[in-house]
């Protein structure tokens, strides 16, 4: 089914056509959804949610830019409002408590790479873990996530910088980046 | 967005990481969305499940009757009937040199090719379903089926060209597995071409138990060659194209594109997912499982009736209500329990529970005490008879009263109910339950205020309440759920008590029944 069939027959609130659409594009959105999720239960309640949003807000959508960018950017920003919603987020993000995490070895998957990075990723604390999405993968800027998850800028700023350096440990010890001989060979000022 | 996003090698590894991950939801998701946006079409399930096998049955019973082609008919004539107004995607298989001269009535080849095309995983299911549903009437079908009808055709009905009746049609084609149904009659033919269907060995043409043929293997599909330009446009089927091109393209594709780039290797880390710092199997059980505190205040009502046989019947020649004056008492029900979500809208629950029941009777003191008898039967007989006791409390009809009385007739109980939920309804945070449990109860203290068998006075005797009873518990309640695992649910209960309070020897029979609203909150482990 085409995407163009797809949109008209969920604008029309057809099943068919929304379990397409909910088909095609599913997979990824629950990738999504499980990088900020704490289990996948999680995720998956989250991409319920997302989707929902999606069908209910479908006729919004004016085919400016891809469908599937609109769908992420739904699914995300309902991730972010279940995060806060559950748990208050600055209570989330105490960077002496995350320093002291010890990675184990054990925590580490190793089969696929894509699944290795995102297991990584989930590896670290709560609010590491969404500034480093928000930033690093959804593309927000540094003010958008500070409005989005109230929190000042600057904390953005440094929550994302001990992410990566977190997270720079996590990847070297899975092999997946090599340890850089030279200071700052992956990773440059922000 | 900052602009230097992507000149940092670790955001763009990061980024292109991610963004190769995907996942498969389970099916539970997608059920719950589709409740959420059609509530009614959800109620009840079960006469949609048979309504929806009915219509399969139905669907496949027509099918076998009506829709096949008479091999000496006229192909041109059938040809013609490709020209519906589908749109889709196809992709031109370059190898595929085929006669132009032939291409504005494709022969019976093309159609032979769709069904090779589908079991070499090379075509789509929409477009071999419009292949299907056009095929010539030569191909591969009794001599005495009918001539099929012009237009988008699935199983005798033709279709509305409109979109919406397309990707239904097209869908239920799909999903009813009719598919595969013929590419085994295609493969029982090729086996054997001497084979001539008829009425006779239609079972033949549609085996039951019928699995995915093992050559549909899409997984094995080259996803770059899939970019194709439209052979089926929206003005029909363009002859030139669909002769040339091989079938092979989007429907399938959009199925197949979810398991894009996926290994066997993937696919199996997807499923075992457990190894990746996940919940364990055991965890589902533990999702499904909560614990609730209720609170059920509850005003006692009761129906009190006689039993009684022989000489000494007193209480048959009046109405005992009337005779005496009765106030409903406030009781309650405070418990502890489980719940269990057997499917997405039932839960079983069991737990602990404490019942007070209590029932009010206006009556007055004597200054002295005086005997009465109250009536019991004789289990063996069953006839009734007065047993004396002595008392001190008057019915409103005895002169020697002197000061008025609250009776109290109280319960104490403990109880294990059983039972279930079930979800009515569910819309953002609020849920609409019904429920019912049974409830077995033993009666651990009380007291009971029997009246005498001249309707005079009351007599006091704990000893005639049965121990064990059994309760039956109604209850609907609005359940609000608050963040990730707390619940509470408000609503109005009805408990109603199946035995009378008495013991089976006295003449009395009590059934009380309680009328309360419940509160309770629920969390999940």
Same mark, same amino acid.
């Given at each position: 089914?085409?995407?163009?069939?797809?949109?008209?027959?969920?604008?029309?609130?057809?099943?068919?056509?929304?379990?397409?659409?909910?088909?095609?594009?599913?997979?990824?959105?629950?990738?999504?959804?499980?990088?900020?999720?704490?289990?996948?239960?999680?995720?998956?309640?989250?991409?319920?949610?997302?989707?929902?949003?999606?069908?209910?807000?479908?006729?919004?959508?004016?085919?400016?830019?891809?469908?599937?960018?609109?769908?992420?950017?739904?699914?995300?920003?309902?991730?972010?409002?279940?995060?806060?919603?559950?748990?208050?987020?600055?209570?989330?993000?105490?960077?002496?408590?995350?320093?002291?995490?010890?990675?184990?070895?054990?925590?580490?998957?190793?089969?696929?790479?894509?699944?290795?990075?995102?297991?990584?990723?989930?590896?670290?604390?709560?609010?590491?873990?969404?500034?480093?999405?928000?930033?690093?993968?959804?593309?927000?800027?540094?003010?958008?996530?500070?409005?989005?998850?109230?929190?000042?800028?600057?904390?953005?700023?440094?929550?994302?910088?001990?992410?990566?350096?977190?997270?720079?440990?996590?990847?070297?010890?899975?092999?997946?980046?090599?340890?850089?001989?030279?200071?700052?060979?992956?990773?440059?000022?922000? | 967005?900052?602009?230097?996003?992507?000149?940092?090698?670790?955001?763009?590894?990061?980024?292109?990481?991610?963004?190769?991950?995907?996942?498969?939801?389970?099916?539970?998701?997608?059920?719950?969305?589709?409740?959420?946006?059609?509530?009614?079409?959800?109620?009840?399930?079960?006469?949609?499940?048979?309504?929806?096998?009915?219509?399969?049955?139905?669907?496949?019973?027509?099918?076998?009757?009506?829709?096949?082609?008479?091999?000496?008919?006229?192909?041109?004539?059938?040809?013609?009937?490709?020209?519906?107004?589908?749109?889709?995607?196809?992709?031109?298989?370059?190898?595929?040199?085929?006669?132009?001269?032939?291409?504005?009535?494709?022969?019976?080849?093309?159609?032979?090719?769709?069904?090779?095309?589908?079991?070499?995983?090379?075509?789509?299911?929409?477009?071999?379903?419009?292949?299907?549903?056009?095929?010539? !009437? +030569?191909?591969?079908?009794? *001599?005495?089926?009918? =001539? #099929?009808?012009?237009?988008?055709?699935?199983?005798? &009905?033709?279709? $509305?060209?409109?979109?919406?009746?397309?990707?239904?049609?097209?869908?239920?084609?799909?999903?009813?597995?009719?598919?595969?149904?013929?590419?085994?009659?295609?493969?029982?033919?090729?086996?054997?071409?001497?084979?001539?269907?008829?009425?006779?060995?239609?079972?033949?043409?549609?085996?039951?138990?019928?699995?995915?043929?093992?050559?549909?293997?899409?997984?094995?599909?080259?996803?770059?060659?899939?970019?194709?330009?439209?052979?089926?446009?929206?003005?029909?089927?363009?002859?030139?194209?669909?002769?040339?091109?091989?079938?092979?393209?989007?429907?399938?594709?959009?199925?197949?594109?979810?398991?894009?780039?996926?290994?066997?290797?993937?696919?199996?880390?997807?499923?075992?997912?457990?190894?990746?710092?996940?919940?364990?199997?055991?965890?589902?059980? !533990? +999702?499904?499982?909560?614990? *609730?505190?209720?609170? =059920? #205040?509850?005003?006692?009502?009761?129906?009190?009736? &006689?039993?009684? $046989?022989?000489?000494?019947?007193?209480?048959?020649?009046?109405?005992?209500?009337?005779?005496?004056?009765?106030?409903?008492?406030?009781?309650?029900?405070?418990?502890?329990?489980?719940?269990?979500?057997?499917?997405?809208?039932?839960?079983?629950?069991?737990?602990?529970?404490?019942?007070?029941?209590?029932?009010?009777?206006?009556?007055?003191?004597?200054?002295?005490?005086?005997?009465?008898?109250?009536?019991?039967?004789?289990?063996?007989?069953?006839?009734?008879?007065?047993?004396?006791?002595?008392?001190?409390?008057?019915?409103?009809?005895?002169?020697?009263?002197?000061?008025?009385?609250?009776?109290?007739?109280?319960?104490?109980?403990?109880?294990?109910?059983?039972?279930?939920?079930?979800?009515?309804?569910?819309?953002?945070?609020?849920?609409?339950?019904?429920?019912?449990?049974?409830?077995?109860?033993?009666?651990?203290?009380?007291?009971?205020?029997?009246?005498?068998?001249?309707?005079?006075?009351?007599?006091?005797?704990?000893?005639?309440?049965?121990?064990?009873?059994?309760?039956?518990?109604?209850?609907?309640?609005?359940?609000?759920?608050?963040?990730?695992?707390?619940?509470?649910?408000?609503?109005?209960?009805?408990?109603?008590?199946?035995?009378?309070?008495?013991?089976?020897?006295?003449?009395?029979?009590?059934?009380?029944?309680?009328?309360?609203?419940?509160?309770?909150?629920?969390?999940?482990?």
């Amino acid at each position: 089914m085409t995407e163009e069939l797809m949109l008209i027959g969920c604008r029309k609130n057809n099943a068919a056509a929304q379990e397409a659409l909910y088909n095609r594009f599913s997979p990824r959105m629950l990738g999504v959804c499980y990088r900020f999720a704490k289990n996948r239960e999680d995720a998956e309640d989250m991409l319920q949610e997302g989707f929902i949003k999606v069908f209910t807000q479908i006729h919004q959508y004016r085919n400016e830019g891809a469908l599937e960018g609109w769908i992420r950017r739904i699914v995300v920003h309902t991730c972010i409002n279940i995060i806060k919603k559950n748990k208050k987020f600055s209570d989330s993000v105490e960077i002496s408590q995350a320093h002291n995490i010890h990675i184990r070895e054990e925590m580490i998957p190793s089969i696929m790479q894509a699944k290795q990075v995102v297991e990584s990723i989930r590896l670290l604390p709560l609010g590491y873990r969404t500034v480093l999405n928000l930033y690093a993968i959804e593309g927000y800027s540094h003010k958008e996530i500070a409005f989005l998850l109230d929190i000042e800028e600057s904390t953005s700023r440094s929550q994302y910088t001990r992410a990566k350096s977190m997270l720079e440990e996590i990847l070297i010890r899975k092999k997946i980046i090599q340890k850089p001989r030279k200071k700052n060979l992956f990773f440059g000022n922000i | 967005m900052k602009n230097d996003f992507y000149d940092d090698g670790f955001e763009l590894l990061l980024k292109e990481k991610a963004d190769q991950f995907s996942m498969y939801p389970s099916k539970r998701v997608w059920h719950s969305i589709y409740n959420d946006l059609h509530p009614g079409r959800r109620w009840p399930s079960l006469a949609i499940g048979m309504l929806l096998i009915t219509s399969l049955l139905l669907i496949g019973h027509l099918n076998t009757g009506d829709h096949r082609m008479n091999p000496k008919s006229n192909n041109a004539a059938t040809i013609n009937t490709i020209n519906t107004n589908i749109i889709t995607q196809n992709t031109i298989n370059k190898t595929n040199q085929v006669n132009k001269t032939k291409a504005h009535q494709p022969p019976v080849e093309y159609y032979d090719k769709a069904f090779e095309d589908v079991i070499t995983n090379e075509t789509d299911f929409y477009t071999y379903t419009v292949v299907r549903n056009n095929r010539p !009437k +030569n191909f591969y079908y009794p *001599e005495d089926a009918p =001539t #099929p009808e012009p237009g988008f055709v699935i199983d005798n &009905t033709v279709v $509305k060209n409109n979109e919406t009746d397309i990707i239904q049609t097209v869908d239920t084609y799909i999903k009813s597995n009719r598919i595969f149904a013929d590419i085994t009659m295609y493969r029982k033919k090729k086996a054997n071409p001497s084979v001539v269907l008829t009425k006779n060995n239609l079972q033949d043409k549609y085996p039951e138990n019928m699995g995915e043929p093992e050559a549909l293997n899409i997984s094995s599909l080259d996803r770059s060659s899939l970019t194709p330009p439209a052979i089926i446009n929206s003005k029909g089927i363009d002859p030139d194209r669909f002769a040339a091109a091989d079938i092979k393209s989007t429907l399938l594709v959009t199925k197949v594109e979810e398991k894009k780039g996926i290994t066997p290797e993937e696919k199996a880390w997807i499923e075992n997912y457990a190894l990746h710092n996940n919940k364990k199997e055991g965890s589902k059980f !533990k +999702n499904r499982l909560a614990y *609730e505190f209720y609170v =059920t #205040p509850a005003v006692n009502y009761r129906k009190l009736t &006689t039993k009684s $046989k022989g000489s000494a019947t007193a209480f048959a020649n009046a109405d005992i209500n009337e005779v005496m004056s009765q106030k409903p008492g406030l009781g309650i029900e405070t418990g502890l329990g489980f719940t269990y979500s057997v499917a997405k809208r039932l839960q079983i629950k069991a737990g602990l529970q404490f019942n007070y029941t209590n029932y009010n009777i206006d009556a007055d003191k004597t200054n002295h005490p005086i005997i009465t008898t109250i009536l019991l039967n004789d289990p063996a007989t069953g006839y009734s008879y007065p047993a004396a006791r002595v008392t001190t409390i008057s019915n409103n009809y005895n002169a020697s009263a002197l000061q008025p009385v609250t009776l109290h007739n109280r319960t104490y109980q403990v109880s294990v109910p059983v039972g279930f939920a079930y979800k009515l309804s569910s819309e953002n945070n609020v849920d609409w339950f019904a429920g019912a449990t049974v409830q077995p109860s033993y009666v651990f203290g009380g007291n009971a205020h029997l009246i005498s068998s001249d309707l005079k006075s009351y007599v006091s005797d704990p000893t005639s309440i049965r121990s064990w009873n059994l309760n039956l518990g109604f209850e609907t309640y609005m359940n609000f759920r608050l963040g990730a695992s707390y619940n509470l649910q408000v609503g109005p209960q009805v408990r109603y008590q199946v035995y009378s309070t008495y013991r089976r020897d006295v003449a009395l029979i009590e059934k009380p029944y309680a009328i309360g609203l419940k509160f309770g909150l629920t969390k999940g482990f």
